[in-house]
């Protein structure tokens, strides 16, 4: 088992964008699990299955081929072999993931293959149950969390990018809708690790929230050093 750093968050708090350059800086592999359920949301919506149809969707998610590839400095995303980077980031596919993602049996499926991914390597893995569910033993955890404006105003770029011109008024209802769900859900809900580290990005720099990350690892790679002995390592 490699060494796991857990980034947890909602919509907007930074997570992608942080984990991402954490896991470049200390070179290791990052994974977006936010895209795994957003790829399974699109094949949902591409054979026309209906979310409250728990079975087929489940087979759905048990038949999906996800990988991903780095290109040009980018993370694409793959379902079985189609680039879908751009199409997983619509609002239709928005709109539909929270209750695929609350599906048991879906993230059953989803959380198996996360955990196999850290079987070979260090990662450095975001999403929002991962520090409480998929690695409650990860070596660090980190909570990333902003308020609803400036996460809304995050995205509305990541939308332009595709073509999709929402306000922010539009884009604040959709994630909060989306916190609802994702937080009052049964299965492996949106919360708080009690031993994460909580970051408010609301009024930090991209630069800022990377750093107190790394200084949080280096600080304790320090402390271990001077111990010999290894942080939260139980996996
Ligand atoms: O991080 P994101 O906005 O791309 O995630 C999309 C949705 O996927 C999110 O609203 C809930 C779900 N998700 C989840 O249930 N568990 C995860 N570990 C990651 C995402």
Redesign the pocket.
Known sequence: MGIVIAI?G???SG??TTAREVARQLNYTYI???????AV?LAVIRANVSVEDHLAVTDIAAQADIRFAWIDDNLHTLLDGEDVSSS??SVEV?QL??P???IGSV?DI?VKR?REMANTANIVM?????GTN?FPQADFKFYLEANLETRARRRIADYQKIGQNLTIPEIMAE?EK??K??SS?QH?P?KKAADAIIIDTSNLKFEEQVERIIQTISLANLSQDKNGSEPNRNQ
Do not use: H, N, W
């Open positions: 947890d909602p919509a907007g997570k992608s977006d699990t936010g895209a795994m359920y957003r949301t997983i980031r928005a993931v929270s695929v993602s609350a993230r989803l996360q975001e999403g929002r149950d991962i998929v994630i989306r916190d769900i994702d859900r492996s949106l």
